[in-house]
Nanobody, 124 residues
């Protein structure tokens, strides 16, 4: 079992930055592909970014590429999402998720464990 706790959300003006963190419990974090997803009010959950277990491979949604950076520190059992040049359309609840394999994935159904989410609001 893996428990995930997100933090770092908040209110920021357009053009600003936030760094989300996701702290994981359990012994399997360093062998788990991790992902960030988000869900805006009235919208379906969407893929944001993913990272392989060793951190060597990453992938991003087109809407976040060049603005967001995913990283991880396996010694701290934490994955991060650095979000720069934020836009009002980035407003959503952001979720961290963990896979039961070392591979990364864009598909939410590939993830076995989910955090409770952290709110990000970007004002115009």
């Amino acid at each position: 079992q893996v428990q995930l706790v997100e933090s770092g959300g908040g209110l920021v003006q357009a053009g600003g930055s936030l760094r989300l963190s996701c702290a994981a419990s359990g012994r399997t974090f360093s062998s788990s592909g991790m992902g960030w997803f988000r869900q805006a009010p009235g919208n379906a959950r969407e893929f944001v970014s993913t990272i392989s277990a060793n951190g060597y491979m990453t992938d991003y949604a087109d809407s976040t590429k060049g603005r967001f950076t995913i990283s991880r520190d396996n010694a701290k059992n934490t994955v991060y999402l650095q979000m720069n040049s934020l836009k009002p359309e980035d407003t959503a609840v952001y979720y961290c998720a963990a896979r039961s394999t070392f591979l990364m994935s864009r598909r939410d159904y590939d993830y076995a464990f989910w955090g409770q989410g952290t709110h990000v609001t970007v004002s115009s």
